[in-house]
Nanobody, 122 residues
Framework: QVQLVESGGGLVQAGGSLRLSCAASGRTVSSTTMGWFRQAPGKEREFVAA????????HYADSVKGRFTISRDNAKNTMYLQMNSLKPEDTAVYYCNADLSGSGYRRPGVYWGQGTQVTVSS
């Protein structure tokens, strides 16, 4: 059984930073592609970023490229999302996901965390 637990969300002013964490159990983060998705009120869940185990590459949605950085700490079996220069439109519930696939690893796997709220005030 794979369990993913997110943390690190909160309220921040525009231009600020937050770091999200996703602690995994039942699956080694270094053995699969891990990623982040987000869902804003009234909108569909969307891809944010992914980190591929096979070639150690990263992928980002255009809306966050240059501002967000995804990373893994294999020793802690934890994935991170460093979010800088936050904008009000980044406000959403952020979800951790395992076993992403497809072109650019934008197709989510079946395992989701419970989500963590990020709110960016203007």
């Amino acid at each position: 059984q794979v369990q993913l637990v997110e943390s690190g969300g909160g309220l921040v002013q525009a231009g600020g930073s937050l770091r999200l964490s996703c602690a995994a159990s039942g699956r080694t983060v270094s053995s699969t592609t891990m990623g982040w998705f987000r869902q804003a009120p009234g909108k569909e869940r969307e891809f944010v970023a992914a980190t591929s185990w096979s070639v150690d590459t990263t992928h980002y949605a255009d809306s966050v490229k240059g501002r967000f950085t995804i990373s893994r700490d294999n020793a802690k079996n934890t994935m991170y999302l460093q979010m800088n220069s936050l904008k009000p439109e980044d406000t959403a519930v952020y979800y951790c996901n395992a076993d992403l696939s497809g072109s650019g690893y934008r197709r989510p796997g079946v395992y989701w965390g419970q989500g963590t709220q990020v709110t960016v005030s203007s």
